[in-house]
């Protein structure tokens, strides 16, 4: 016990500065890496610094009138999945791709990302991993790791406890925008394939494990793997082919409105994109489920219904594209290594409901 009169330090109160310091020399790498000439100043800058356009003549892209997207969000409970497997690697992407997927669904390009980790306790080598898996989404997603925040909290976090948020930026050219106000009857439905769970329900998830019993590290035959594994799958990033779609259709507006699939599943989600009066029709058989929702809903048990309204079900990106261009579009995309799925059509409301809906067929 210390003397009553033993003068206290910040080190003493819990808060390691030695550490932490520790920590930022060790990821300047991993922020670095995923810089573009477009990021301006030295690392560990106050503020980061971004230019919009780009300089070279190679790369030129001049913006005439641009529109700044922005969102935050977090990766929610799975992180104690990761926290239980001492696995930290594989969270970061998800921070990243939870943010920059809700960024590109107005057609906007991601420019740059910023994380927040809170710890109990920052121990470099975690720390490191944490942030690699960062700098891995960032760099999947296109776009620069320009700075963050990691805090030392050992009175609000227990052991071995963290969170982790993040912050996406981007850009889009006003006439570009894709907000779903040209959506009409009959445009076709396209569903992307999610990476499984992603990141949104995990409270129920863990309620399911701890039902059943089972370990992280047993191996589910359903799943040909073990548990722990599937469960901590990172949410599958969608900018880069999404960017590339877009790209391809430079002149026609054949993309009309997009979805990112996340708490509220299908049902939450794609009405979001809709105009008043309009309904989503889907078919429930038109693509695959990954076997981790049929176990998850039998180890429940959980009602099928409960399962559409919490999980992405296998689809993870929806877009809402003109009739003519669905197959040309399903075979591009599957050249950009998607697998793209026909969900349906929209269709008018019925009963007058001025609300958008999602009905199935």
Not at 171 to 187: C, N, P, R
Request: charged share 25%.
């Amino acid at each position: 016990m210390a003397e009553k009169n033993e003068p206290l330090t910040y080190k003493s109160a819990g808060v390691d500065i030695a550490a932490g310091n520790a920590a930022v020399d060790r990821i300047r790498f991993l922020c670095q890496r995923t810089h573009s000439t477009r990021v301006l100043g030295k690392y560990g800058a106050f503020a980061g610094l971004f230019r919009l356009d780009f300089p070279e003549k190679l790369f030129a892209r001049n913006y005439k009138e641009p529109v700044l997207i922005a969102c935050t969000d977090g990766v929610g409970t799975k992180i104690k999945i990761a926290s239980a497997m001492k696995k930290y690697d594989t969270v970061g992407i998800d921070c990243v791709a939870m943010n920059v997927n809700d960024l590109i669904v107005q057609g906007g390009e991601p420019l740059f990302f910023l994380d927040y980790l809170a710890l109990h306790k920052i121990d470099p080598e975690i720390t490191v991993q944490m942030l690699k898996g960062i700098s891995d989404g960032c760099m999947e997603a296109g776009c620069s790791l320009l700075g963050g925040e990691t805090a030392e909290m050992p009175d609000l976090y227990a052991p071995g406890e963290f969170d982790m948020a993040g912050f996406a930026v981007g850009v889009v050219e006003h006439h570009k925008i894709l907000d779903g106000s040209d959506i009409d009857i009959g445009d076709s439905i396209i569903g992307l394939a999610s990476n499984g769970i992603h990141s949104n329900g995990y409270a129920l998830v863990r309620r399911i494990v701890e039902k059943t019993g089972n370990n992280l590290a047993d191996f589910i035959p359903e799943l040909t793997c073990p548990l722990g594994e599937e469960l901590l799958r990172p949410t599958r990033l969608y900018a880069r082919p999404i960017q590339k779609l877009l790209a391809k259709y430079k002149v026609k507006r054949i993309v009309k409105g997009m979805a990112h699939i996340t708490g509220g599943g299908l049902a939450g989600n794609v009405p979001r994109m809709l105009p008043k009066g309009f309904t989503a029709r889907l078919k429930r058989d038109s693509w695959t489920v990954p076997p981790i929702f049929q176990w998850l809903q039998n180890s429940g048990p959980v009602d099928l219904e409960e399962m559409y309204n919490v999980f992405n079900m296998g689809i993870g990106f929806v877009l809402i594209v003109r009739p003519a261009f669905t197959k040309p579009i399903m075979t591009h995309l599957r050249t950009l290594g998607e697998k793209p799925y026909f969900l349906g059509k929209v269709r008018k409301g019925k009963g007058g409901c001025d609300e958008p809906t999602l009905e199935w067929s």
